[in-house]
Nanobody, 120 residues
């Protein structure tokens, strides 16, 4: 089992910046990927991810304005930084962990989500 706790900015002005953090605990040794997803209405999209080896990826729908990174001292804490935010970036941001189990299967764990609103 992995537990995820998100924290960070709630209200951001258009054109402003965002920084969220996610700390994983529990069976962190099984984590393959930590990432961020955004839900707006009934649509959830990948924003950015960080793999256990440090490799990063950004979702195609966010326009390259977001980056996920690991904490320098704790690779099970990841950050999401966004720049030049637009109202369409409003949504609930979820942290997700993908883990590998002993039998080779994979599991997904989600945080509770944190609301981000981009508005003046």
């Amino acid at each position: 089992q992995v537990q995820l706790v998100e924290s960070g900015d709630g209200l951001v002005q258009p054109g402003g910046s965002l920084r969220l953090s996610c700390k994983a605990s529990g069976n962190v040794g099984s984590i393959m990927i930590l990432g961020w997803y955004r839900q707006s209405g009934n649509r959830r999209v990948m924003v950015a991810t960080v793999a256990a080896n440090g490799g990063t990826d950004t979702g195609p729908s966010v326009g390259g304005r977001f980056t996920a990174s690991q904490d320098n001292n704790d690779r099970h804490t990841v950050y999401l930084e966004g720049n030049n935010l637009i109202p369409e970036d409003t949504g609930v941001y979820y942290c997700k962990a993908v883990t590998i189990n002993r039998d080779g299967t994979m599991s997904n764990y989600w945080g509770q989500g944190t609301q981000v609103t981009v508005s003046s």
